[in-house]
């Protein structure tokens, strides 16, 4: 039997297809090139995160907590992108579309797992920044190393749990009709539809997930900016000049990340199946590699830390040289 066929219903019994299907765009052509501009954007991601998280741990300057959320959200940002943009390109370049059961549900848990702490992580950047701006005397006091650990550590906790929570009610389901999955990875507002039996725990984990991973985020960053906002009105016009390009340039990465997640899961079902793919892949695929970009290689601070590194590669190249100079 096809293994889009071989799923079924009886007796009560939980029964799980051997195979989804993924079926990814319909009727649109040149789809490849999409693909392969995805693994351009995987390259620049891969190498931006690893050298951000390359130069955090080994430069103690950057031991603060700003930069163990920065480091949080290089790791969030590098395997979210490892865990969706491999697949989709083996999926769809390299027509792979059968994905066994298991892997699919592997598939879910690791994609929504870290998109939810990128998520969460450019919550907490933004926290950072509304107590450094508008408490700039106590941000020391109330931001610490400790601190940021234990929130970053409990947000992992936290995402990881849901997730999980969210998976496991999938694994309850029969799949007794259609296994084609009409998205571009095993999306569980997509998979929990098709279930043949009652999917009302997965229904509620459909709309009560994206709030909390979503709406309250993206609420809680619009009202940090509001408060930076007041407060940014109170300084020198040079200084409000600066800190409003920064500002500026994370809101709109910001708005990058979550305006296309957040439109595509109001509109739901009603939204067209490739207008989908092409907002959430984006949403996805892009900020991992704008993140490292805005928040750590466009400050003065790493960029500094940038230097002194290559200063004291020079130098040591420079030494044996130097030596030899005199010993002749």
Known sequence: MSPLNSAYFTNGSIVHPDFFFISGFAGIPHTNYYYVFLGFVYAVTVLANTFVMFMIYTDRCLHSPKYIVIFNLAVSDLC???????????????????????????????VLDFLTMQSFTLTVLSYDR??????????????????????????????????LIAVIFINTLSFCKST??????????????????????????????????????????????????????????????????????HLILVSVFYLPLCLSIALGSTIHMNARIINVSLATALPPMLNPIIYSLNTEEFSECIKKLYNGRNLVHATPTFLTFFLL
């Open 180 to 249: 084609v999955v009409h998205s571009y990875f095993c999306d569980h507002g997509i998979i929990h539809r098709m279930a043949c039996n009652d999917n009302t725990p997965s229904s509620v984990i459909v709309w009560s997930h994206p709030i909390m991973i979503f709406w309250f985020p993206s609420l809680f960053i619009m009202v940090t900016y509001i408060c930076i906002g007041r407060a940014l009105l109170k300084i020198t016009a040079s200084e409000r000049l600066k800190a409003m390009k920064t500002c500026t340039s």
């Open 130 to 163: 509304c107590v450094a701006i508008c408490f700039p005397l106590r941000y020391n006091e109330i931001v610490t190393n400790k601190s940021m650990l234990l929130i970053t550590a409990i947000l992992w906790i936290i995402a990881g749990t849901a997730i």
């Open 80 to 110: 979210g992108s490892t865990a969706f943009i491999p697949q989709m390109i083996d999926t769809f370049l390299f027509k792979s579309h059968l994905i066994s059961f298991e892997a699919c549900l592997t598939n879910m848990f690791f």
